[in-house]
């Protein structure tokens, strides 16, 4: 079964500063998606970016980026010039390619507060 | 807005009550999916249907079920409650179940279940 780590319970940044989400995962599979999913304080679950494991290149969306290890099973978000919106808990999702396996499984979050 | 919504937004009950919480998933798509995320568990999968019927099961206690109608909202019912019940439920939903575009799954904004 796939496992999902991020180490980092909580994390806090100066507005404008740049800081960086660790994700580690673990799988045998060699084709799969990774996610970051925010949750801000409404409880809304809003996908911010998406990575496809065959894709070397890593996924950018205006200010957030990923740094995709495929060998080390590691997938961290770096989210520049933050914002006070951004403040929020943050999760990392694995999601097998198997079509008999489409659930995401979670890491267990990071909060991350922005500091003005 | 996500296009899927669920209702109640809150529901408090009592230990050994049964409630159903429902699902409804945005234009067109075919599957859904239910999610737990409480204290302790972080986000769990718990079941999804694909066009009415049962495609994977997570962690679903025998105290819960689910079903996918002929217009696909999505009910799931949870009985016998127990505080540790107490939980957002999460339901999405994507347009099936391929690969195609990473099939994107699509939160509503939740079901928060207070068992007292």
């Known amino acids: 079964a796939q496992t999902v780590t991020q180490s980092q319970p909580e994390m806090s940044v100066q507005e404008a500063e740049t800081v960086t989400l660790s994700c580690t995962y673990d799988t045998s599979e060699s084709d799969y998606y990774l996610f970051w999913y925010k949750q801000p304080p409404s409880r809304q679950m809003i996908l911010v970016i998406r990575q496809e494991a065959y894709k070397q290149q890593n996924a950018t969306e205006n200010r957030f980026s990923v740094n995709f290890q495929k060998a080390a099973k590691s997938f961290s978000l770096k989210i520049s010039d933050s914002q006070l919106g951004d403040a929020a808990m943050y999760f990392c999702?694995?999601?097998?390619?198997?079509?008999?396996?489409?659930?995401?499984?979670f890491g267990q979050g990071t909060r991350l507060t922005i500091n003005p | 807005d996500s296009g899927v919504t669920q209702t109640p937004k809150h529901l408090i009950t009592a230990t050994g009550q049964r409630v159903t919480l429902r699902c409804s998933p945005r234009s067109g798509d075919l599957s859904v999916y239910w999610y737990q995320q409480s204290l302790d568990q972080g986000l769990q999968f718990l079941i999804q249907?694909?066009?009415?019927?049962?495609?994977a099961k997570g962690n679903i206690l025998e105290r819960f079920s689910a079903q996918q109608f002929p217009d696909l909202h999505s009910e799931l019912n949870l009985s016998s409650l127990e505080l540790g019940d107490s939980a957002l439920y999460f339901c999405a939903s994507s347009v099936g179940i391929g690969t195609l575009a990473g099939n994107e799954q699509f939160f509503g904004p939740g079901t928060r279940l207070t068992v007292l």
């Open positions: 999702a694995y999601r097998s390619r198997d079509q008999g396996a489409q659930k995401l499984v």
């Open positions: 249907y694909y066009n009415g019927e049962e495609r």
